[in-house]
């Protein structure tokens, strides 16, 4: 079985695999590449230009507006659903399973999860609708309690339509830590919460020492997940602003895309992409790698 | 010991404090913010326009009106679109499972040479932003006659899932027992036989959830079905949802109403599979 040939033997099984992800990732992303060094308005061959469009890159405001605007993303993904996740599934795990039972403890995990399944865009349109403009159910809403003051034009204000379309990511990301968080609780060891309450540990001191310190994995997987996604958010902006009002909303994809489909400025779109590429795999490596050492700082303890 | 546990778990429950309440009721009032907007949505989607500009957003309807939902459903072709999106996604979920259950089975069961940097680009292709592989793919589809094909979709998210896939199916299989494998050898099982035998018969539950997993992401694409489905009779349920919006027909109610047909196939998908999806999550969290 261990033998050379055994081995050589499941090769035929990886062939589909191996011919899919070169055609559809490995070449792809190859040409994205090339085309970032490229004059290319899709109708004639690419021209080479060599690093023209990367310094165009790097002197354009917008594109820096677009990363700005990824960190609002990853504020919304990332920051907001992580702690609210943390808060909400000790609350859920600890107490409401404990005190309550599990039946309502599971009830609430899934009502939390819901927005998580819904299509994105169509989580984008529900919250775009409450906050239409004139006759929209926030704005009528705020002007029955008397707050006629209060009311926007949520999307078209440009200070407003950044933390609208943050609120719809952190609607639909929440249930994701929840859910999470919650399975990774439930491998505490309850012993040891009881120990640490006989010594006279408060909740706060126990979700410190305990709790944190057993699902810190987790809390990485989350992070990184949710921050790759974070940097990936398109369907939102495409659905309720188009990167408007001017740039305040516009993010990398949405910007790639745009120069892609409706100007037509195909290898700038490509030097966008390849740049959002490259930060998403730097990001990850930086994760992984703090993974690591805090994982080898646990082992030296 | 667990005997005693459980004696001191239950009069523990009976203790409930004041304040377990108050926080129960914060959990719950959460939970009621996070369902809101679906509840606004379910109850504005059976007004007409002028009951909901007399009545406001949180009024019951003062009758039942179903013209914006027929309306929606009309102008979008939804039965089209419906079948539409379970078509790709369960070409999707089926041929995605397939090729990671192939990958996994030569990368963790095999040992295939190379394995490592083969996960790298795995995992690699499941974190690119799909705008990194758009334009190129989107080159390639027309030339191959492919562009404004569902099959288009289909190869391309098959690839995309399986990547995911296979990087979590390598690590379950790492583990696999060996004792299964070379008793179905004893008995004169090839190598395609123990995988269909042995391997997929005892990793079921991990694929039914990777089954169910790649249905729903690739219900909820938009990106690329948006970029390669152009016709409308082609495209699926999220696109007809978002194409219509600022439409002349789409007053306030009927926007409402298109909204509210873009949630039900999910929901009611979350409703049946509510537990395979959140153990997913888990696993998949996990690795």
Not at chain 1, 60 to 73: E, P, Y
Not at chain 1, 117 to 136: L, Q, T
Not at chain 1, 197 to 212: C, P
């Amino acid at each position: 079985m261990n033998s050379s040939r055994a081995r050589t033997g499941y090769w035929w099984y990886l062939l589909p695999g191996m011919l899919l992800v070169t055609a559809i990732v490995v070449v792809p992303l190859a040409m994205n590449i090339y085309y970032s060094f490229t004059f290319y308005r899709g109708i004639l061959p690419p021209q080479w230009i060599g690093l023209e469009n990367w310094q165009r890159l790097f002197a354009d405001a917008k594109f820096w507006t677009s990363f700005r605007n990824s960190i609002a993303m990853i504020v919304a993904m990332v920051i907001v659903p992580t702690l609210l996740g943390l808060v909400i599934a000790s609350m859920l795990f600890d107490l409401v399973g404990k005190r309550f039972g599990g039946k309502v403890a599971s009830f609430l995990r899934a009502t939390y999860y819901i927005p998580q399944i819904i299509p994105i865009v169509v989580a984008a349109i529900v919250i775009g609708w409450i906050a239409r403009p004139d006759d929209g159910a926030l704005n009528s809403i705020l002007a029955t309690v008397g707050l006629d003051g209060a009311r926007q034009n949520w999307l078209g204000d440009p200070t407003w339509a950044l933390p609208t379309i943050m609120v719809v990511l952190i609607w639909v990301q929440v249930g994701y830590p929840v859910v999470v968080f919650m399975a990774a609780l439930a491998r505490v060891d309850p012993e040891l919460y009881e120990a640490a309450e006989l010594d006279g540990a408060n909740w706060w001191h126990r979700f410190r020492a305990i709790t944190i310190a057993v699902i810190r994995p987790e809390i990485f997987v989350v992070a990184l997940t949710c921050t790759i996604a974070a940097l990936k958010v398109f369907a939102p902006v495409y659905a309720l602003t188009r990167g408007g009002p001017g740039t305040s909303t516009t993010v990398p994809s949405y910007y790639s895309y745009s120069e892609f489909f409706q100007r037509t400025q195909v290898g700038y779109g490509a030097t966008i992409s390849t740049a959002l590429t490259v930060v998403i795999v730097a990001v990850s490596m930086v994760f992984l790698v703090a993974q690591r050492r805090a994982e080898q700082a646990e082992e030296v303890r | 010991m667990s005997g005693r546990r459980t004696v001191r778990n239950t009069g523990r429950r009976n203790a409930r404090r004041p304040l377990d309440w108050v926080l129960l009721a914060i959990a719950v009032l959460g939970a009621l913010v996070v369902v809101a907007p679906l509840l606004l949505i379910v109850l504005n989607s059976f007004k007409s326009p002028d009951d909901y500009n007399q009545g406001g957003p949180l009024q019951l309807p003062s009758h039942l009106y179903f013209d914006g939902l027929t309306r929606f459903w009309e102008a979008s072709d939804f039965p089209t679109k419906l079948w539409n999106s379970i078509f790709i996604s369960s070409m999707v979920a089926v041929l995605g499972v397939l090729v990671s259950l192939f990958n996994a089975y030569a990368l963790g069961i095999g040992r295939a040479r190379g394995r490592l940097p083969l996960l790298v680009v795995f995992l690699l292709a499941n974190m690119l932003p799909q705008e990194a592989l758009l334009y190129p793919l989107y080159t390639m589809s027309k030339a191959v006659g492919l562009y404004d094909s569902q099959w288009s979709v289909i190869i391309i998210f098959t690839v995309i899932q399986s990547a995911f896939g296979t990087y979590l199916l390598t690590s379950v299989y790492s583990g696999f027992p060996r004792e299964l494998l070379e008793a179905a050898e004893i008995d004169g099982a090839g190598r395609w036989r123990s995988l269909w035998q042995v391997v997929v018969p005892v990793s079921w539950q991990t694929l039914s959830v990777l089954l169910i997993f790649f249905f729903i992401w690739t219900w909820n694409e938009f990106l690329i079905p948006t970029t390669f489905l152009v016709s409308n009779d082609k495209q699926t349920v999220p696109l007809a949802v978002a194409a219509l919006q600022g439409e002349k027909l789409m007053d306030v109610t009927t926007t409402s109403a298109s909204a509210l047909l873009g949630l039900i196939p999910t929901l009611v998908f979350f409703l049946v599979f509510q537990r395979t999806l959140t153990r997913g999550v888990t696993a998949g969290a996990v690795k």
